[in-house]
């Protein structure tokens, strides 16, 4: 069982609000990201960092932002959600020097938004 | 275009029979390929791993096969059990960039009935 996760696990907002999805892990991975899943599709990668003041966009455009702080925290931020934010969002961590490229998955937050 | 494709898209078994799960990928340069289970409303967890010179992997009742030449997988599930039911996806890594990007197919659903 991987050591990472994320708060929080359901979130029904309406339109407009500001939400921040929680991700944390407590195996010192270097690299973090954050993927978008709707039902039945493939993940697509949304943000990534390398460490400490890294981020960066991944494929799939996205109106949200990330920060990375702390090592062990990665937090998605969207200033204003709509309905087309609505998603499961994953959280994964993976070692720097893992040639394996194995990443680790959080339980993900399933989001609603009205 | 690096695409992974699998098949079927679901799949109904009686608890105790046996299945195959495919995946063709056009990845390239190729680094390694991961089937991962994910059950409803979870992360994702890695069930194996293979790289370009293994042909085989086993983990439990989980077998996955690779051929690398076809650029084809298959994962094998012995006597299913009603807590094999989830989605299986395939995932290939490549070897050209240092983000170790990984590619995601869409994954099977499997049900496992009594």
């Known amino acids: 069982e991987a050591d990472i996760y994320q708060t929080p696990r359901y979130l029904v907002i309406g339109t407009g609000k500001k939400i921040t999805l929680e991700c944390s892990q407590t195996m010192g991975h270097d690299k973090m990201y954050w993927y978008q899943q709707d039902p039945g599709m493939e993940l697509h990668l949304i943000h990534y960092?390398?460490?400490?003041?890294?981020?960066e966009k991944g494929d799939l455009s996205s109106e949200s932002t990330v920060s990375r702080i702390r090592t062990e925290h990665f937090p998605l931020t969207l200033e204003s959600a709509r309905p087309s934010h609505t998603s499961q969002y994953l959280c994964?961590?993976?070692?720097?020097?893992?040639?394996?490229?194995?990443?680790?998955f959080g339980p993900g937050t399933r989001l609603t938004v009205l | 275009k690096n695409q992974v494709e699998q098949s079927p898209q679901s799949l109904i078994i009686l608890e105790g029979k046996n299945c195959t799960l495919q995946c063709n990928y056009t990845v390239s340069p190729f680094s390694n390929l991961r089937w991962y289970k994910q059950d409803t409303g979870r992360g994702p967890v890695s069930l194996t791993i293979m790289t370009f010179s293994e042909n085989t992997k086993s983990n439990g009742r989980y077998t996955a096969t690779l051929d690398a030449d076809t650029k084809q997988s298959s994962l094998h599930i012995t006597a299913s059990q009603l807590s094999d039911s989830a989605s299986y996806i395939c995932?290939?890594?490549?070897?050209?960039?240092?983000?170790?990007?990984?590619?995601f197919g869409r994954g099977t659903q499997l049900t496992v009935w009594p």
């Open positions: 994964a961590s993976r070692r720097l020097a893992d040639s394996t490229d194995t990443q680790y």
């Open positions: 960092s390398y460490g400490v003041n890294s981020t």
């Open positions: 995932v290939v890594s490549d070897r050209g960039s240092t983000l170790g990007r990984l590619y």
